[in-house]
Structure formats: structure tokens, C-alpha cells
């Protein structure tokens, strides 16, 4: 709910796409590189069902429906690729959002006024510090008053 009130997703989506991207810079290196051959170990590591970083970046590459890019090992152009997987995360992770605040008994007053994963107006309004916490815990059913 948190999340919801600030209108933020988790900051799990900006280290996905960067170690997607940094992925994609390994793959574009000419095979003298270090990185390029280090990567390539760990592929073949990985193909031997040991668990490395690249068996991380197969699972999030699969995760999120980018299984076709680990399995031809191209990306393409790689800022319409890392804004297709960034775009998609991004999606995803709304719509779990969407799904846990209409799914979860807690949320079950705040899912009746926040439909959308928008910063609150109130936030941004010039009041008393307390009165935002307030108004804040009251929408989030985190207050102490006994219902």
C-alpha cells in the first residue's frame, strides 16, 4: 500500500535492467575480451546445470518472456531491447501490484479508492507533516483506532 500511495513500483525493476543491460554489453564484446570469455565459462558452467551468474540472468530473461534472446545469445538493437525488457517489468510488476491490493484482506477499504499506481495528491500539499502520516496510516489501515 506503501507503494500504491507514493505511486512506486519496487526498485527490483532498475537492477533487473541493468544487469540485463550490462548482460547485453558482454555479449557485443569481441571474444579477446575477458569479460566475453569469462561469460562464456559460465555458460558452459550453467549448461552443466551449475548455478552462476548467467543461470541469474537465463531466469530473468525467461521470467519476464525474453526466453528467445538467452536461447540465439543476439539481442539485437540493444536500447530498444533494454527498453522492451524495462517496459515489461515495469508491466508485470503493476499488474502485481494491481493483483495483491485487490487479492490481499488487508487492503480490502484502501482497494475501494486506489485503482491506479499514482503518487497521492496529499502527499504533495503543503501540510503538517502529521497530518499527512495521519491521513497516510488511515488510508493504509495501519492506525490504532479499534474497529
Not at 575477458?34 to 525467461?62: G, I, M
Not at 525488457?85 to 487479492?103: E, G, L, S
Amino acid at each position: 500500500m506503501v507503494l500504491g500511495e507514493c505511486g512506486r513500483l519496487p526498485l527490483s525493476i532498475v537492477y533487473h535492467t541493468k544487469c540485463i543491460k550490462y548482460w547485453c554489453k558482454i555479449l557485443q564484446m569481441p571474444k579477446s575480451r575477458y569479460p566475453q570469455n569469462c561469460y562464456n565459462l559460465l555458460k558452459s558452467l550453467d549448461d552443466l546445470v551449475r548455478q552462476t551468474w548467467a543461470s541469474h540472468v537465463k531466469e530473468l530473461l525467461f521470467k519476464f518472456g525474453f526466453g528467445f534472446v538467452w536461447v540465439s545469445q543476439d539481442i539485437g538493437d540493444i536500447n530498444l531491447s533494454i527498453l522492451q525488457f524495462k517496459q515489461r517489468v515495469h508491466d508485470i510488476m503493476t499488474q502485481n501490484w494491481c493483483a495483491y491490493i485487490n487479492n490481499a484482506s488487508r487492503c480490502s477499504t484502501y482497494v475501494n479508492f486506489k485503482t491506479f499506481l499514482n503518487p497521492e495528491k496529499y502527499l504533495s500539499i503543503a501540510i503538517p507533516f502529521n497530518l499527512r502520516k495521519s491521513f497516510a496510516c488511515l488510508r493504509c489501515s495501519s492506525h490504532k483506532i479499534n474497529i
